[in-house]
């Protein structure tokens, strides 16, 4: 059986909670199958500036190199929202996070659970049966670019910069996943117009007939985000910069119902990150509502891709997906019919999901 140390860094707002939630997944399931988690907590983001005046301080990347895998909650908060000027903000130690750990692959599984099929804003026949695998890059684009102001600070600037090495290594990342799904891929640029677009899709070009197998097509991130709404099902692994990669993904939560249902996980060549794309959501921090199943299906990542534990990841999934069978919901995946009794706050679905591990 498996000993492995895993760190756990809530960062901000809801991060606190639904985290919390996740490790008593991975308790269970270290129980459950005879494995030994070891734990350790870091500080990042909004915590840290206020702890330490550092976004992410020295002694959390020493601990994050040091662990086997990495669960993370959100970083984020309203004061540096709403202002501009702030120097030292808590995104700051995110980027930084992935750019020290190398964590250039975000990969965003978007998949339907049936029972939330009425949760999602778009129709039930157009939804069905949508599985769909991100790999957003994570370490390029305006993200890391330079940036700055000029004229007096009335002209700013960001500058988008990707290298042929940066592509190439997520575009393979993609298409050995496309291989082991149903071996299409979608590439999304804005070639006509952008020229890392053009580089980009340069790269995918060269590497496709490496993967004979995989069946690629090429999107403008305009049209992308039109089909993932209109037909979902078309698409199965999607290739994307940073930006177009962020913006797409967010977009894509609507089909599987809300943002609190969506893992991800940030890979490279070392530590994985598995954190929930939901965000740090201060206007519901401390109420006890937030939805943790993101939290506890990114733990599902997490212990298939660091940890390769496929049947311990798969009984995590399950554990969700009786849950949701059952009718308990959180308020965001609630709706009209849902009975008062059966929307569970925080604590109590996690206690479900805990149940059927």
Known sequence: MATKHILIVPGDGIGQEVTAVGKKVL???A??????????EALVGHAAIEATGNPLPDETLTKMRASDAILFGAVGHP???NDPSAKVRPEQGLLKMRKELGLYANLRPIKLFDELLDASSIKPEILKGADILFFRELTGDIYFGDKGRKNNGDTAFDIAEYSRFEVERIARKAFEAARTRRKKLCSVDKANVIETSRLW?????KIAPEYPDV???HQFVDA?????????????VVVTANLFGDILTDEASQIAGSMGMLASASVGDGTGVYEPIHGSAHDITGKGVANPLASILS???LLDISFGMKAESEAVITAVDQVLKAGFRTRDIANAQTPADMIKGTDAIGEEVLKHI
């Not at 899709?201 to 070009?205: M, P």
């Not at 992308?224 to 199965?236: E, G, H, N, S, V």
């Open 201 to 205: 899709r340069e790269v995918i070009q």
């Open 79 to 81: 004061k540096y929202d």
């Open 27 to 29: 308790d269970k399931i």
């Open 224 to 236: 992308t985000a039109m089909l993932l709404i209109k037909d979902p099902r078309r698409f199965d």
């Open 215 to 217: 069946e690629v097509e």
């Open 31 to 40: 129980a459950r199958f005879g494995h030994t988690f070891t734990y350790d």
């Open 299 to 301: 733990a599902a990542l």
